[in-house]
């Protein structure tokens, strides 16, 4: 199954995307402003270019695993794309997927989508656990 991942902020949004077969994942792009009408519709298409079957949103909840200020706009926006897309969009813990992404190099490649490739390499490895 193809996935995209999105490492949601207000002001950019990391894309990655997963191989067909749901097994590795890369770094895409960064949306800016992805929560605006204009963000939306970019994420719109790029969900149709990519052939994505699910869609993840990274959730920041607190290091206490709770709901913050944060997780509540992300909330919002997973709201604003569900109605956009007909494939499933769920959210995922992504505690830590930034300071992974700053940590490693990735040359010319944004911090934001190296974040979201990170939550799409943890999920796909869970998802891998439940079959």
Do not use: N, W
């Not at 949306?31 to 699910?54: N, W």
């Not at 040359?107 to 490895?125: N, S, V």
């Amino acid at each position: 199954m193809k996935v995209l991942a999105l490492d949601y902020g207000t002001a950019r949004t990391g894309v990655a995307v997963s191989d067909p077969t749901g097994t590795l994942a890369r770094p895409l792009c960064v949306v800016e402003g992805a929560a605006s009408d204009p963000g939306l519709s970019k994420l719109a298409a790029l969900i149709a270019e990519e052939r994505a079957e699910r869609v993840v949103v990274g959730l920041p909840l607190t290091l206490r695993g709770e709901r913050g200020a944060q997780a509540a706009e992300t909330e919002r926006f997973v709201d604003g794309l569900r109605a956009l897309t007909d494939i499933p969009v769920e959210t995922y813990d992504e505690r830590f997927t930034t300071t992974l992404a700053e940590r490693g190099s990735g040359g010319a490649t944004p911090a934001d989508a190296r974040a979201a490739a990170h939550l799409l390499e943890d999920y796909l490895t869970r998802a891998r656990g439940r079959l």
